[in-house]
């Protein structure tokens, strides 16, 4: 079995807004096939990445769709304040900041790092210490979207 993914984006060094990263990785993974599972940390955010991936581009479409939708299960990307993953979507975009990540649950996540939450990209910095520890998963820190 492959070894887990875990991607630190730092939106300051990408030169990049929170919900323009998220829509442009979102965009990667579903142009591979792969269902994303974005995850806000409130319900204002998760508007806020809705109305970003329907606009971000100009002249680009991204299937998707909040949780708690009829098809939920089976829209390509979801955004949710939840980590339950009703589309087994094999990637999560953490626009939250996680004290652990659901290693478990997913084959790729991605944490984009806060610009101006300095608890909150603590408690980032504090996972990937610990990841980096314990050495179980491919950890890498990115600086592009």
Do not use: K
């Given at each position: 079995m492959d070894r887990v993914k875990?991607?630190?984006?730092?939106?300051?060094?990408a030169?990049?807004?929170?919900?323009?990263?998220?829509?442009?990785?979102?965009?990667?993974h579903w142009s591979q096939g792969q269902k994303v599972l974005i995850l806000a940390a409130d319900p204002?955010?998760?508007?806020?990445?809705?109305?970003?991936?329907?606009?971000?581009?100009?002249?680009?479409?991204?299937?998707?769709?909040?949780?708690?939708?009829?098809?939920?299960?089976?829209?390509?990307?979801?955004?949710?304040t939840d980590l339950a993953n009703p589309n087994q979507a094999p990637v999560l975009i953490s626009a939250a900041p996680l004290g652990e990540m659901p290693c478990a649950d997913f084959q790729h996540l991605i944490q984009l790092l806060p610009l101006d939450d300095e608890a909150g990209l603590q408690l980032c910095r504090d996972c990937y210490k610990a990841l980096n520890q314990a050495g179980q998963v491919e950890l890498t820190h990115t600086t592009t979207v």
């Open positions: 875990v991607e630190y984006v730092n939106l300051r060094q030169r990049a807004a929170l919900e323009q990263a998220a829509a442009r990785l979102a965009e990667r204002a955010q998760a508007e806020l990445l809705d109305r970003a991936l329907w606009s971000y581009e100009q002249n680009s479409f991204l299937p998707h769709a909040q949780a708690g939708g009829a098809d939920q299960d089976e829209e390509p990307i979801l955004i949710a």
